[in-house]
């Protein structure tokens, strides 16, 4: 898990720090480092020749990127792969250019453009522009919707209609697109993680009135079950997803045959509308992502105030015995 704190805070605005978990305990926490206020969170991946989990920044203020290398919970090397105008807002992550990267897909906020970055050895190595959808609807999560073997599709939500849809991606280019269905807006984005079976991207949702997740099992394009995973009171927000237990120590080292679980969440949403919520956009003061490929997934919860000033928060395992049940 990653944290950073939050720009309010003088003492520890801009630090980053990152916490080893394993059997639903924290196990040892170390501090990163610390970056300018005006660079932000923007996503995790395997940046430089897929060898670890890197992070990259960005700047609020220049549209610049910076890729931190991160290796044994240290940060290990830095790169300027570029900078992109600040109309262009970070989608997500994934292997969209089919060559096993961590590639970044971009959306224009004024056109509803969308535009594939290739990234390779901590550089952007190519750029695609893979078309363009009206500004009703919004990026809110990407994984392998197709089942097809190491492909990364976008899923995006009309935020007039609560309707849902995916958009297969490979080459760089969009292959398919199918509708998924409807759910009202009162049921928010929580994060895409492997609930129903390990490699699975299955759709989480939060309800902002009652705090109750819901799962969405989505294979092939559809969804194929749904089911409820229980409730947190609303003072507690989702920090993201990774599966349990993970396939090396937990830390941040060598995960190359791993899968990425990109599942961010939203702080400060409440409206229950998509805003880009897998990645944390560029202002957001809290993070978390974990790295895994396993049988069952777990949800970590952080407090709605500064976790790092604060320490609170708390993991629990959705155990796959029978819809519902909650275990930890």
Not at 109 to 119: A, F, H, R
Not at 129 to 156: A, K, R, Y
Not at 200 to 215: H, I, P
Not at 300 to 324: C, D, L, M, Q, Y
Request: aromatic letters at 8%.
């Amino acid at each position: 898990m990653v944290l950073r704190g939050a720009n309010s805070s003088a003492a520890i605005a801009g630090q980053y720090e990152i916490y080893d978990i394993g059997n639903n305990a924290i196990l040892a926490g170390y501090l990163l480092g610390q970056a300018g206020t005006d660079y932000q969170f923007a996503g995790l991946g395997r940046f430089f020749d897929g060898d670890t989990v890197d992070m990259m920044l960005g700047s609020a203020s220049t549209g610049a990127f910076e890729i931190y290398d991160i290796s044994n919970n240290n940060i290990t090397n830095a790169a300027a792969p570029g900078a992109v105008g600040l109309n262009w807002q970070v989608g997500g992550f994934g292997n969209f250019s089919s060559l096993g990267e961590s590639d970044m897909i971009l959306r224009n906020t004024s056109t509803g453009g969308l535009e594939v970055y290739d990234i390779n050895n901590n550089q952007l190595t190519s750029a695609a522009s893979v078309g363009m959808v009206g500004l009703d609807w919004q990026i809110i999560g990407t994984g392998n919707f197709s089942s097809v073997p190491g492909e990364t599709d976008m899923m995006m939500r009309n935020t007039k209609t609560g309707g849902l849809e995916v958009y297969d991606i490979a080459n760089n280019q969009i292959t398919g697109a199918a509708f998924l269905g409807t759910v009202g807006l009162d049921w928010q984005f929580a994060g895409i993680a492997p609930v129903h079976a390990a490699g699975a991207s299955d759709l989480v949702l939060r309800n902002v009135n009652t705090g109750a997740f819901e799962v969405y099992d989505i294979a092939n394009n559809q969804i194929t079950g749904a089911a409820p995973l229980g409730s947190v009171g609303l003072d507690w927000q989702l920090g993201g997803f990774a599966a349990d237990p993970p396939t090396a120590s937990g830390t941040f080292t060598d995960m190359s045959n791993d899968q990425l679980v990109q599942a961010m969440a939203g702080f400060g949403g409440g409206s229950g509308t998509a805003d880009n919520l897998n990645i944390a956009a560029l202002g957001a003061d809290t993070v978390t992502a974990a790295v895994a490929d396993d049988t069952a997934t777990c949800m970590t919860v952080v407090v709605s105030e500064n976790p790092i000033a604060s320490k609170g928060g708390f993991v629990f395992s959705i155990k796959k015995t029978r819809p519902g049940k909650r275990s930890g």
